[in-house]
């Protein structure tokens, strides 16, 4: 899409494109929850060239992802988040070689003891890929920790997720227990690990580098809500 507009503005959480109200692209009224939020969206798009590049408006994509793709079934939408509590990353740790095995211990331990302590919960942590069943209870309040959240908080959310692989992580971000960079390298620490062994791969870079972004913005929203 060329840019067709001249003056950026925020008007009762909505922004204005030469007065024009934005709207997301199902055509729902693009209206944000809080004033920090809506600058931050209208900044993006006060910083658009010739051309819009979604890329370079994340903001704007979390935003339409939540007012299209969550608001409508909040509840399938947590769901999906919810089944990351069973396979959480930080419960997988390698078998060998031991020292990436004690590095995950040293990074993952303290991040499993704050979730026991906020939600006072257990976790069935294993060496291997195998599946291990966590114990109801742990599932049942993980599930409701991420179903308390409004759809902005749910379409931050879900990126961060997905890419670490971990609920745990996530809800720590969601409560300003960890930051960001923390959070990202503990979710990849295998990844880390290889790199810092065998070599980085160029391509293997940018890839986490764009999945860095994604998630820094994420988190962004989060903080701005």
């Known amino acids: 899409m060329k840019r067709f507009w001249t003056d950026v503005a925020v008007e009762a959480g909505a922004i204005l494109l030469d007065g024009r109200a934005l709207r997301t692209p199902a055509q729902a009224p693009l209206l944000l929850p809080s004033h920090a939020l809506a600058e931050a969206l209208a900044d993006e798009w006060r910083a658009v060239g010739s051309e819009v590049d979604p890329r370079a408006m994340p903001l704007t994509g979390l935003a339409n992802a939540a007012i299209d793709k969550v608001g409508p079934d909040v509840a399938s939408f947590t769901a999906g988040l919810a089944i990351y509590g069973e396979t959480d990353v930080l419960c997988y740790r390698a078998e060998t070689p031991p020292e990436l095995a004690a590095w995950q211990a040293q990074i993952w331990d303290p991040l499993l003891d ?99 972004a994604d998630f820094a913005s994420a988190n962004r929203m989060l903080r701005l809500l």
């Open 114 to 212: 704050w979730a026991r302590l906020r939600y006072d919960i257990a976790f069935v942590v294993a060496a291997g890929i195998v599946h291990r069943a966590q114990p109801p209870e742990t599932r049942a309040r993980l599930s409701s920790a991420i179903a308390a959240r409004n759809p902005f908080e749910l379409a931050a959310l879900s990126p961060i997720v997905t890419i670490g692989g971990s609920l745990v992580v996530a809800l720590m971000l969601a409560e300003g227990a960890i930051a960001p960079d923390a959070a990202f390298d503990a979710t990849h620490l295998d990844e880390l690990w290889q790199a810092d062994l065998w070599g980085e791969e160029w391509m293997a870079a940018d890839a986490r580098a764009l999945r860095r």
